[in-house]
């Protein structure tokens, strides 16, 4: 099995930052992509940010993120972190990790999510 588990998230006022850290643990072989996803109330789960990883390493962003938001990882720590800059209310949801992991060799790749971790920004 494998878990995630994030932390950093929080109550920020608009303009502020905050940064969301996400480690990944148990039966990992490799992990082929991670990345960040975001649910707010009455909303569908969108993608925020995300790498992957494989000949070269890309990077994918929302286009409702990007120039404010930051994604990158530790691969030696299979951890990756969000850096979240200039937040407005509208980034206001539940920020859910998400790994593509491979957990032997030869094995196919397995979606992994973590619990969520709560995002306020208001004054």
């Known amino acids: 099995q494998v878990q995630l588990v994030e932390s950093g998230g929080g109550l920020v006022q608009p303009g502020g930052s905050l940064r969301l850290s996400c480690a990944a643990s148990g039966s990992i072989f490799s992990i082929a992509a991670m990345g960040w996803y975001r649910q707010a109330p009455g909303k569908e789960r969108e993608l925020v940010a995300r790498?992957?990883?494989?000949?070269?390493?890309?990077?994918h962003y929302a286009d409702s993120v990007k120039g404010r938001f930051t994604i990158s990882r530790d691969n030696a720590k299979n951890r990756v972190y969000l850096q979240m800059n200039s937040l407005n209310p509208e980034d206001t949801a539940v920020y859910y990790c998400?790994?593509?992991?491979?957990?032997?060799?030869?094995?196919?790749?397995?979606?992994?999510w973590g619990q969520g971790t709560q995002v306020t920004v208001s004054s």
């Open positions: 790498i992957t990883t494989g000949g070269s390493t890309n990077y």
């Open positions: 998400n790994s593509l992991v491979r957990i032997g060799a030869g094995a196919g790749l397995y979606d992994y």
